[in-house]
């Protein structure tokens, strides 16, 4: 019997269909409506709707649980709804009629809202360890390639000298920079909806401010209506950022793949990180790179995806937003797989240490010359024409790179300036806060 259900049960069709697979996401959400349902029972006990024994009886069992979700111990049962009803189920065996009290002051809305968000939250911050450890190995590549030599395009077509040190140092500041908009993300994330009920609020004199504090969240929806209408939004602002982090990704892996073919020789990697043909024994595939980059297009997708589930909804929850949880759930794995292959790939890569050797390149230095000439007084419009005219007619010579010292350039790529806006933007998330606040609700 479901915990809405008066005395008619639904069709089976109809139960069937609206379930879709919130049973299975729900397994997702398991710890986390435990620790919304601690904050919430302390929060009950303190405006006098819970009485102290129940309250200690209570948090108890709900520790319990939750050491069991941890464990892999907790299933739903047969016939129970979803994870909230189950958890609820096991309090009121456990504790009797105190276990009915739960849900006083609480809507499914809110519940479900808030367990979304702690998910989130928990999901927002394993990523962000990721990508800080990420951006961490790729800059230590760069400090390491920082003089090696490779060709830069532009169009496919070969353009001026480049490095490692600048290939890899470019990712690490793209990823950095894509941290902003996750924290974005965090700041929408990291807000208390719980108390909002279906919506419109309680005439409970419930205390929101304190589910808060003991939450983590940095403060209330403040509104109960705007708390439930930042379901959907919230989802969007996550896939947004997370599709952000993708599109890096799947460059990242885009040029993998072309750096390691025959054609270029850029990069190459020990046998076991690549695969191999049934019948060209020569092959060395990169198919590592290949299903990053295919993922990481899938990510970049998801956010118009969850906007087009939510699109034209007035205010107020409606039974569409179900559907959010079994794409954006699942999601979070595939990026942070894809991270971790990523990082396993840039951890043995091999360069080419000579190919600018190669006869192709040797244009590459055309702006050089012209910047040579500058520097020796020519206008840049004379130089141009000049270093053009010698490559049109087959006598272009280059007495080689002149020196870069710019920020950001071959001689100065400026790692220590994206190292610290990684440190300033992960400081930003406060993810110690959030930490003490959980260990604190599960504290014995």
Known sequence: MKLWQKNQAPAEAVERFTSGRDRDMDHYLAPFDVLGSLAHLDMLKKVGLVEMDEAITLSAELRRIHADILAGRFVLEPGVEDVHSQVELQLTRACGDAGKKIHTGRSRNDQVL?????????????LL????????LLLAQSERYRDVRLPGYTHFQVAMPSSFGLWFGAYAESLTEDLFSLHGAWRLVNKNPLGS???????FPLDRDHTTRLLGFDAPHVNSVAAQMSRGKTERAVAQAMGNVAATLGKLASDGCLFMSQNFGFIRFPDELTTGSSIMPHKKNPDVFELVRANSNALVALPNELAMIATNLPSGYHRDFQLMKEKLFPAFGVLRDCIGMLSLMM??????????DDERYRYLYTVEEVNRLVISGMPFREAYKRVGEAVENGTFKSEGELPHTHLGSLGNPGNERIEAALKEIVGMFGVEKVREAEAALLKV
């Open 114 to 126: 808030t367990d979304l968000k702690l998910f989130f939250r928990a999901e927002i911050m394993a």
């Open 129 to 136: 360890t990721d990508v800080e450890a990420f951006v961490q």
């Open 197 to 203: 009920a279906a919506g419109y609020g309680s005439s």
């Open 347 to 356: 951890s043995e890569i091999q360069v080419n240490q000579n190919i600018l």
